[in-house]
């Protein structure tokens, strides 16, 4: 098991061209999660690193105290501008099946993501735009779990109107390692 962060993608507001919707003062994130400060952001990045790194360690590397760093992750935590997770490898925790899930909807996309959102074999659900409306990551125990995911809550949701799976045959890389913009 590996300790690792995952952190949003907040923009730099010192940073003109780091905007990722163009809001005056925003933070570009678009989820109304507070701007993000250089020094957090070098904070997210020692934790992006190593997520267990001591906080002694990352104080000296950005130029603060322990306990300041301390309090900066907690308050990041409490934004949720980030998460500290164990992320482990599906195949050897009993999960024997992942999939990628396009959705079609008809109608309001929200009511649907926010259902599938629920489901605890869902591991990621976004909203796109393109082929499908929603995309979502399954973790399963079996073919026979997947099938009863898709076939009996997915499509039985009111308002989906097809779905497009994409089951994983080997996992070649996952890294939560993007750093900070």
Not at 48 to 66: C, T
Request: hydrophobic share 40%.
């Amino acid at each position: 098991m590996h300790s690792e962060v995952v952190a949003s993608r907040s923009a730099d507001p010192s940073n003109p061209r780091s905007s990722r919707t163009g809001n005056p003062g925003g933070n570009g994130s678009g989820n109304g999660t507070p701007p993000v400060d250089a020094v957090s952001l070098a904070i997210i990045e020692q934790l992006q690193e190593d997520g267990r790194r001591p906080y002694a360690a990352i104080g000296k590397a950005v130029g603060l105290s322990e306990a300041a760093v301390r309090q900066r992750v907690q308050k990041l935590l409490d934004q949720g501008v980030m998460q500290i997770v164990a992320v482990t490898d599906p195949l050897t925790v009993g999960f024997r099946r992942q999939a990628m899930v396009g959705i079609n909807v008809e109608g309001d996309v929200d009511p649907v993501a926010d259902a599938v959102a629920a489901m605890p074999e869902a591991e990621y659900v976004v909203m796109t735009a393109g082929s499908h409306d929603l995309l979502v990551e399954i973790v399963c125990e079996d073919d026979d779990h997947l099938l009863e995911v898709i076939n009996k809550r997915i499509r039985a949701l009111p308002g989906v109107r097809s779905t497009e799976s994409f089951v994983y045959l080997k996992l070649k890389k996952q890294t939560y390692m993007w750093g900070t913009r």
